[in-house]
Nanobody, 123 residues
Framework: VQLVESGGGSVQAGGSLKLSCTVS????????MSWFRQAPGKEREGVAG???????TYADYVKGRFTISQDNGVKNLYLHINNLKPEDTGVYSC??????????????????WGQGTQVTVSS
């Protein structure tokens, strides 16, 4: 399984970004796909997830600003980020695992990861 993220960059606070994740080689019909981020010096944390039924999960601190979406089934995953804040700075990674039910945002549950894309927000 390969996951490749794109869309990161440097933006000013209040701006928006759309991150993309392209998935290849995943052959199961059920899955959780999620976005995670890791700020400098901090642990990786879950941001938003979606499952094969279309159900979504968001971390409380991103609700209303982040939107996760997918198209073409498991092949493309997106994260729309609005009203970016400096504390949103970090490496954003997508991940996938074979699972059912509401997607978890615990990194330990995920099997396959992308390399990540850097998001830097300046004040």
């Amino acid at each position: 399984v390969q996951l490749v993220e794109s869309g990161g960059g440097s933006v000013q606070a209040g701006g928006s970004l759309k991150l993309s994740c392209t998935v290849s080689g995943y052959t199961y019909s059920t899955y959780w796909m999620s976005w995670f981020r890791q700020a400098p010096g901090k642990e990786r944390e879950g941001v938003a997830g979606v499952n094969s039924d279309g159900s979504t999960t968001y971390a409380d601190y991103v609700k209303g600003r982040f939107t996760i979406s997918q198209d073409n089934g498991v092949k493309n995953l997106y994260l729309h980020i609005n009203n970016l804040k400096p504390e949103d700075t970090g490496v954003y990674s997508c991940a996938i695992t074979r699972a059912q039910g509401p997607p978890s945002l615990r990194p330990a549950w995920y099997d396959d990861w992308g390399q990540g894309t850097q998001v830097t927000v300046s004040s």
